[in-house]
């Protein structure tokens, strides 16, 4: 798994940090004897498409360095639903104590791929690619990108630095569409990505040195004739509203994105569960 610029041991270790505070896991520490081992398999109970287990087993591994673990399927995987995703053997206290940040990682991620791939299928063959957007949990942005590639979408910006977007704002402060393209291009800023939500903002952006045209609430027919009217010269994107019952539609107007915030904002969480069982002493 490679994340760029994701600090997986530090993720893991301010995440058990905040689970287990100053105390530890009292619980597991007064029931459990020290030396007790536990097997356990991580399950699927659900069809899903898995993103997370790498960062899950990173969790195991910090508590208890010999644990033995298997992976069974990769990040990006469809399974059924009763798939064993990991087999592990090691330190029954550290297992319980890792359990719960390991799985709320792999749930939310599995989540998030899992309703990304559920969009991307209902476009397969239009030619038009899924884009996710900067609607994710602070804090959790690189993770749930990665999750939205695991299900099959591209990256659209990682932050506000990486790209030029106008939106509405920015025109009404700089007066016109034109002007706010020309301010951007004038910073040296290459990619320049611009809102428009009416068919005349087209020219005058693209005029101004515009990249990338991001098509906001329009209905599949002015899509259409947006597109049209651009003719290849940038990227076309849809964007505002999407939803599975409707992307399809869109979809086959021409453009060449579709943008979706609902992928980080709105995906549940996927079954997944742990289940334990003793390794008794010889």
Known sequence: MTIDGFDLDGFVAA?????MGTGGDVTSAAVI?????????????????????????????ALDPGVAIERLV????????????????????AMLTAERSALNTVQHLTGVA???????D???????????TRKTIPGLRRLEKYATRMGGATNHRMGLWDAAMIKDNHV???????????????????????????????EPALA??????????????????????????????????VRMETIRVIAETGVTYISVGRLT??????????????????
């Open 265 to 282: 904002q709105s995906a549940p969480a996927a079954d997944i569960g742990l289940d334990f069982s003793p390794v008794l002493p010889d």
């Open 208 to 241: 101004a040195g515009a990249t990338h045209l991001l098509l906001d609430n329009m209905d599949p027919a002015t899509l259409r004739g947006a597109v049209i009217l651009v003719g290849g010269r940038v990227p076309t994107e849809a964007s505002g509203g």
């Open 33 to 61: 004897p020290a030396d007790a081992r536990f097997d356990a398999v991580m399950d699927s109970r659900d069809a899903a498409t898995i993103a997370g287990l790498e960062i899950a087993e990173a969790f195991f591994r």
């Open 114 to 120: 899992t309703l990304t791939r559920q969009y991307v």
């Open 172 to 202: 009404a402060v700089a007066g016109s569409v034109g002007e706010a393209v020309r301010r951007a291009a004038a910073a040296g800023i290459g990619r320049i990505i611009v809102e428009v939500d009416r068919v005349d903002q087209i």
């Open 74 to 93: 990769g990040d990006g995987d469809r399974v059924g639903a009763g798939t064993d995703l990991m087999r592990l053997s090691g330190n029954a206290r």
């Open 15 to 19: 995440t058990l940090a905040e689970d």
């Open 122 to 132: 209902r476009i397969k063959g239009t030619g038009a690619t899924l884009l996710d």
